[in-house]
């Protein structure tokens, strides 16, 4: 049987929580296209083609049901793929460095720099070559250094920035509806008119002014830059929060006064146990990063600062906790609800409750995790790093269950620590009854009604505000 003649074939080399979303609603919102995601991993694209997706966010299951097999594709044969598409994404994990020059800071380009090299070893036809993953500014450059020097008569390779802005727990609606879609390419002819290409697929569902065409590294720039000024906020009301504790005012209150004034906004104002995520603290080590390179240490300084008093919000949280509870945690059972770094997302990257989680392990507490996204090997992965806890200090001090009141029977202290919306509809007085007494409760989310809470019977300690 003949294949269906598509107008354009695109591939997109990375099937992770940015390419897999973002090629599947391009397939879904252009049926026209035929869209292949290839990645290395087999278990992951095997999970692309089942009835169960390797990672949960709203929405996407109907998307990838609706658009796969008919232009949408999931596979391992990553030349193939490469060789008969004319726009290839590179949509790969760029980590922050653990060692070597600028580890804890730079990102680790080198998924960046072998697929790149991929490309310019089997591509037999020009390429569009789309930078989708968050690079540092000039990333673009190195890309386009290695794809020229593979250039031959009749193959050329444009590079384009084209950064996602997708917030986890609503990527789909962020890709249905997006604010605005950035195309950066270098301002020659044949740059423009590699713009003007992505500018058309987009154009099938966003509208032509919400689609930004600028300069290559303004466009990689951006990506950083907000969301390091979102980062920012997030740690701006959390110190405030400190001050709220100690003076007797509310965050809540303060926030919302703040918010009204129509250049500041409410959005990211919410005071919580600190900011997690697979960007924003890794975007703002490249700012920092980049700073130094660049012999700015007074800006470098500035944004390192971001990420220090996130830090210090989740370390400050835990050790409340610790004083609460007579100023010891050994052997006393701390019920942790959530492990996601937010609501809606199976995504544990940098989230507060490994930091949290850490800290009681090493205070010799026993940790009872709930999470409904969240699977148990992953939370083992993540609390049996190098700088977490052992294996055996995991084995010994943490117990990862399914149901919350599970979570919650016979423990010293509740720790609220993702905002899913299910914990504010649980059966609180039959938790309360469950409890070793006094009953502690810790929302590190301001999620709860904490007046109701203390009508049960419960001590509620909460971020940013002195509860009588």
Same mark, same amino acid.
């Given at each position: 049987?003949?294949?269906?003649?598509? *107008?354009?074939?695109?591939?997109?080399?990375?099937?992770?929580?940015?390419?897999?979303?973002?090629?599947?609603?391009?397939?879904?919102?252009?049926?026209?296209? &035929?869209?292949?995601?290839?990645?290395?991993?087999?278990?992951?694209?095997?999970?692309?083609?089942?009835?169960?997706?390797?990672?949960?966010?709203?929405?996407?299951?109907?998307?990838?049901?609706?658009?796969?097999?008919?232009?949408?594709?999931?596979?391992?044969?990553?030349?193939?793929?490469?060789?008969?598409?004319?726009?290839?994404?590179?949509?790969?994990?760029?980590?922050?460095?653990?060692?070597?020059?600028?580890?804890?800071?730079?990102?680790?380009?080198?998924?960046?720099?072998?697929?790149?090299?991929?490309?310019?070893?089997?591509?037999?036809?020009?390429?569009?070559?789309?930078?989708?993953?968050?690079?540092?500014? +000039?990333?673009?450059?190195?890309?386009?250094?290695?794809?020229?020097?593979?250039?031959?008569?009749?193959?050329?390779?444009?590079?384009?920035?084209?950064?996602?802005?997708?917030?986890?727990?609503?990527?789909?609606?962020? $890709?249905?509806?997006?604010?605005?879609?950035?195309?950066?390419?270098?301002?020659?002819?044949?740059?423009?008119?590699?713009?003007?290409?992505?500018?058309?697929?987009?154009?099938?569902?966003?509208?032509? *002014?919400?689609?930004?065409?600028?300069?290559?590294?303004?466009?990689?720039?951006? &990506?950083?830059?907000?969301?390091?000024?979102?980062?920012? +906020?997030?740690?701006?009301?959390?110190? $405030?929060?400190?001050?709220?504790?100690?003076?007797?005012?509310?965050?809540?209150?303060?926030?919302?006064?703040?918010?009204?004034?129509?250049?500041?906004?409410?959005?990211?104002?919410?005071?919580?146990?600190?900011?997690?995520?697979?960007?924003?603290?890794?975007?703002?080590?490249?700012?920092?990063?980049?700073?130094?390179?660049?012999?700015?240490?007074?800006?470098?300084?500035?944004?390192?600062?971001?990420?220090?008093?996130?830090?210090?919000?989740?370390?400050?949280?835990?050790?409340?906790?610790?004083?609460?509870?007579?100023?010891?945690?050994?052997?006393?059972?701390?019920?942790?609800?959530?492990?996601?770094?937010?609501?809606?997302?199976? *995504?544990?990257?940098?989230?507060?409750?490994?930091?949290?989680?850490?800290?009681?392990?090493?205070?010799?507490?026993?940790?009872?995790?709930?999470?409904?996204?969240? *699977?148990?090997?992953?939370?083992?992965?993540?609390?049996?790093?190098?700088?977490?806890?052992?294996?055996?200090?995991?084995?010994?001090?943490?117990?990862?269950?399914?149901?919350?009141?599970?979570?919650?029977?016979?423990?010293?202290?509740?720790?609220?620590?993702?905002?899913?919306?299910?914990?504010?509809?649980?059966?609180?007085?039959?938790?309360?009854?469950?409890?070793?007494?006094?009953?502690?409760?810790?929302?590190?989310?301001?999620? $709860?009604?904490? &007046?109701? $809470?203390?009508?049960?019977?419960?001590?509620?300690?909460?971020?940013?505000?002195?509860?009588?």
């Amino acid at each position: 049987m003949a294949e269906k003649k598509f *107008d354009l074939k695109i591939c997109c080399i990375g099937a992770g929580y940015v390419g897999g979303p973002t090629c599947a609603v391009i397939a879904y919102k252009c049926p026209n296209i &035929k869209v292949t995601i290839v990645d290395i991993n087999q278990s992951r694209i095997d999970a692309w083609n089942s009835d169960t997706l390797p990672i949960f966010e709203p929405k996407l299951d109907e998307i990838v049901k609706v658009a796969r097999n008919r232009n949408l594709f999931f596979s391992t044969e990553v030349d193939k793929a490469i060789n008969e598409s004319s726009m290839i994404f590179v949509s790969v994990n760029t980590p922050t460095k653990k060692s070597g020059i600028g580890a804890g800071f730079a990102a680790d380009l080198a998924y960046v720099e072998s697929a790149t090299r991929r490309i310019a070893a089997v591509a037999q036809s020009s390429k569009i070559v789309i930078e989708k993953s968050t690079v540092p500014c +000039r990333t673009a450059e190195s890309m386009r250094t290695i794809l020229e020097a593979n250039s031959r008569d009749g193959l050329r390779f444009d590079i384009l920035s084209n950064p996602e802005f997708l917030a986890e727990g609503t990527a789909i609606d962020d $890709l249905f509806q997006p604010d605005r879609v950035l195309i950066g390419s270098l301002q020659t002819p044949e740059g423009i008119k590699a713009q003007n290409a992505l500018r058309d697929v987009y154009a099938h569902w966003v509208p032509m *002014d919400r689609i930004i065409t600028m300069g290559l590294w303004s466009s990689e720039l951006s &990506k950083l830059a907000a969301n390091a000024l979102l980062a920012q +906020r997030i740690s701006s009301i959390n110190a $405030l929060s400190a001050i709220c504790e100690a003076t007797g005012a509310d965050v809540s209150e303060v926030s919302y006064a703040c918010g009204l004034d129509s250049r500041i906004g409410p959005k990211f104002l919410q005071a919580s146990v600190g900011f997690g995520g697979s960007c924003f603290q890794k975007d703002i080590l490249n700012l920092v990063y980049l700073s130094e390179s660049l012999h700015l240490p007074q800006v470098a300084n500035y944004w390192r600062q971001v990420v220090e008093m996130n830090e210090y919000q989740k370390s400050r949280f835990a050790e409340r906790v610790v004083k609460n509870l007579f100023n010891t945690i050994t052997n006393k059972k701390i019920g942790v609800f959530g492990f996601a770094f937010k609501k809606n997302t199976g *995504d544990t990257r940098e989230s507060a409750a490994i930091t949290l989680c850490k800290f009681f392990i090493k205070e010799r507490a026993n940790v009872i995790i709930y999470d409904p996204k969240v *699977d148990d090997e992953q939370i083992r992965i993540d609390l049996t790093e190098t700088d977490v806890a052992t294996p055996d200090e995991f084995a010994k001090h943490v117990r990862i269950v399914h149901d919350p009141y599970e979570a919650a029977n016979d423990v010293d202290a509740i720790v609220i620590v993702t905002e899913w919306d299910e914990f504010k509809t649980l059966d609180w007085q039959r938790i309360y009854n469950g409890c070793k007494k006094p009953a502690f409760l810790f929302d590190g989310r301001l999620l $709860l009604d904490h &007046k109701a $809470l203390q009508k049960i019977g419960f001590q509620v300690e909460v971020i940013g505000k002195q509860l009588i």
